[in-house]
């Protein structure tokens, strides 16, 4: 449940998780003299490690990694929704790069002050922790550049929709008269799927428009199709209607219109809805 809940099946989770596992397992080593990265040290050698390798490199990189991704999170946000912005603040990625930073920050001006600052095992440490926080560069520019490209958001949003999430809603959406197929938007794991589909049909991206909602059919029919609640497709039901009604709305979008129709009438076609599903159409 806990791999389920962070996610942790998905790469953008568990490769920036891997690396810092290894390095940490090395460190350990490290630490414990089980194997050395130093030589010869003198006072020199060690004010080098602890200043310029520990401190210096890691401190003059991180202001830069997170500038440039918060720009990059920045953009998308504005492109699809600020709810990106959001989720990526959120992400094990940022804070696997805040922690080992600030952790390598930390650590070196504390070594570098402690009586312990002769010792090459520490130095050892510090060495290894700096190869492990550039290591992680690697991924973290791969995943930013993922949360870039919708169809990697839509597909991390749309995971979050499961049977035990459409389950543990099904009393809310029955208790909200008046607001049928309704939950409150911090809440609502469906909603920012919604607003990227609404902003790719007001932008003529037909091709992320598509894509979405092929996606958001196929979690239907895997997550709520066999559920058969009437809450449930009423859920889905409001959402698919709300595209179809930006769809009309904007000029040259035939396309989305008649694909939210086809999808309404087969959410309608084998649920309790069906009767709901015809005046949606």
């Given at each position: 449940?806990?791999?389920?809940?962070?996610?942790?099946?998905?790469?953008?989770?568990?490769?920036?998780?891997?690396?810092?596992?290894?390095?940490?397992?090395?460190?350990?080593?490290?630490?414990?003299?089980?194997?050395?990265?130093?030589?010869?040290?003198?006072?020199?050698?060690f004010k080098t490690i602890y200043d310029s390798i520990g401190l210096r490199t890691t401190a003059s990189i991180l202001p830069t990694i997170i500038s440039l991704s918060l720009v990059a999170i920045q953009?998308?946000?504005?492109?699809?929704?600020?709810?990106?912005?959001?989720?990526?603040?959120?992400?094990?990625?940022?804070?696997?790069?805040?922690?080992?930073?600030?952790?390598?920050?930390?650590?070196?001006?504390?070594?570098?002050?402690?009586?312990?600052?002769?010792?090459?095992?520490?130095?050892?440490?510090?060495?290894?922790?700096?190869?492990?926080?550039?290591?992680?560069?690697?991924?973290?520019?791969?995943?930013?550049?993922?949360?870039?490209?919708?169809?990697?958001?839509?597909?991390?949003?749309?995971?979050?929709?499961?049977?035990?999430?459409?389950?543990?809603?099904?009393?809310?959406?029955?208790?909200?008269?008046?607001?049928?197929?309704?939950?409150?938007?911090?809440?609502?794991?469906?909603?920012?799927?919604?607003?990227?589909?609404?902003?790719?049909?007001?932008?003529?991206?037909?091709?992320?428009?598509?894509?979405?909602?092929?996606?958001?059919?196929?979690?239907?029919?895997?997550?709520?199709?066999?559920?058969?609640?009437?809450?449930?497709?009423?859920?889905?039901?409001?959402?698919?209607?709300?595209?179809?009604?930006?769809?009309?709305?904007?000029?040259?979008?035939?396309?989305?219109?008649?694909?939210?129709?086809?999808?309404?009438?087969?959410?309608?076609?084998?649920?309790?809805a069906g009767s709901i599903a015809v005046e949606d159409i």
């Open positions: 449940r806990a791999l389920k809940e962070l996610d942790l099946l998905s790469w953008d989770n568990w490769v920036p998780l891997a690396v810092i596992a290894a390095f940490t397992c090395v460190g350990v080593l490290t630490a414990f003299g089980a194997i050395s990265f130093t030589g010869p040290m003198d006072a020199a050698r953009f998308a946000s504005n492109q699809y929704t600020h709810r990106i912005m959001v989720f990526y603040i959120r992400s094990i990625t940022f804070w696997a790069i805040m922690t080992v930073y600030l952790g390598m920050i930390v650590f070196s001006i504390l070594m570098a002050n402690s009586t312990d600052s002769d010792n090459p095992r520490l130095a050892g440490v510090i060495i290894v922790g700096t190869i492990m926080a550039l290591s992680l560069l690697i991924p973290h520019f791969l995943i930013t550049a993922s949360f870039l490209k919708p169809d990697f958001i839509i597909g991390k949003l749309l995971r979050r929709v499961d049977r035990e999430y459409l389950l543990s809603i099904e009393q809310a959406l029955a208790d909200r008269p008046g607001y049928t197929g309704r939950l409150d938007s911090n809440s609502d794991r469906l909603l920012p799927v919604i607003e990227i589909v609404e902003s790719a049909i007001k932008r003529g991206d037909r091709a992320t428009t598509r894509m979405a909602m092929e996606q958001i059919h196929s979690r239907y029919l895997s997550q709520a199709e066999r559920l058969s609640r009437l809450p449930v497709e009423e859920y889905f039901l409001g959402y698919l209607l709300r595209i179809g009604r930006k769809a009309v709305s904007v000029p040259d979008e035939e396309e989305a219109a008649v694909h939210a129709v086809q999808l309404i009438g087969t959410v309608g076609a084998t649920g309790p």
